[in-house]
Antibody, heavy 122, light 109 residues
Framework: QVQLQESGPGLVKPSETLSLTCTVSGGPFTPFSWSWFRQPPGKGLQWIGYLSYSGSIDYNPSLKSRVTISVDTSKNQLFLRLSSVSAADTAVYYC????????????????WGQGTMVTVSS | EIVLTQSPGTLSLSPGERATLSCRASQSVSTYLAWYQQKPGQAPSLLIYDASNRATGIPARFSGSGSGTDFTLTISSLEPEDFAIYYCQHCSNWPPMCSFGQGTKLEIK
């Protein structure tokens, strides 16, 4: 079955760039849509960005100036870069697959990675 | 930006009881609403999409209803494994973004 695995450094220094990889296995990468989410300790879920099946990318306006999502379809990998991090970026980061073939409106996310904890600290 | 508000914040019930969780959108989202269950230390799990469609493998005791701005997730008879946090979620096309409610914690009474 399809599995998603997030990977990357668990500790990032303030003002540096957080870089994560989501590797998709057991199923096709295209023509699905994909998203990144995060969840600070003890808090709710926050959407970071969305890569549609068409290749368009949308970002959370509150993070847009610092976020870049990219993809390598030949390796079935999705990437997240978040620059100028601070303690407020400490969270579990998840990647997930869109369940519906839509640019973004109405989508839900049916397969999630287990998440990776990233701590921002010097 | 569409804001999703869930109520109650915490719901205390016993196994076998019926649970009713609410999600209200700040403006109409048609039926474009999903529900997730999250257990401690785990990723969210999709329960319902398009307001009322159960995701693959979800038991029939879970049902969703609503349209426009008011939505409900109902668990007809609680099993011990149902005690968790539940989130509603919507993705809009203008502005293009996805958002979640703040969550409802379903705890054992």
């Amino acid at each position: 079955q399809v599995q998603l695995q997030e990977s990357g450094p668990g500790l990032v220094k303030p003002s540096e760039t957080l870089s994560l990889t989501c590797t998709v296995s057991g199923g096709p990468f295209t023509p699905f849509s994909w998203s990144w989410f995060r969840q600070p300790p003890g808090k709710g879920l926050q959407w970071i960005g969305y890569l549609s099946y068409s290749g368009s990318i949308d970002y959370n306006p509150s993070l847009k100036s610092r976020v870049t999502i990219s993809v390598d379809t030949s390796k079935n990998q999705l990437f997240l870069r978040l620059s100028s991090v601070s303690a407020a970026d400490t969270a579990v980061y998840y990647c997930a697959r869109g369940a519906i073939f839509t640019l973004i409106r109405g989508n839900a996310f049916d397969i999630w990675g287990q998440g990776t904890m990233v701590t921002v600290s010097s | 930006e569409i804001v999703l508000t869930q109520s109650p914040g915490t719901l205390s019930l016993s196994p076998g009881e019926r649970a009713t969780l609410s999600c209200r959108a700040s403006q109409s989202v048609s039926t474009y609403l999903a529900w997730y269950q999250q257990k401690p230390g785990q990723a969210p799990s999709l329960l319902i999409y398009d307001a009322s469609n159960r995701a693959t493998g979800i038991p029939a005791r879970f049902s969703g209803s609503g349209s426009g701005t008011d939505f409900t997730l109902t668990i007809s008879s609680l099993e011990p494994e149902d005690f968790a946090i539940y989130y509603c979620q919507h993705c809009s096309n203008w502005p293009p973004m996805c958002s979640f409610g703040q969550g409802t914690k379903l705890e054992i009474k």
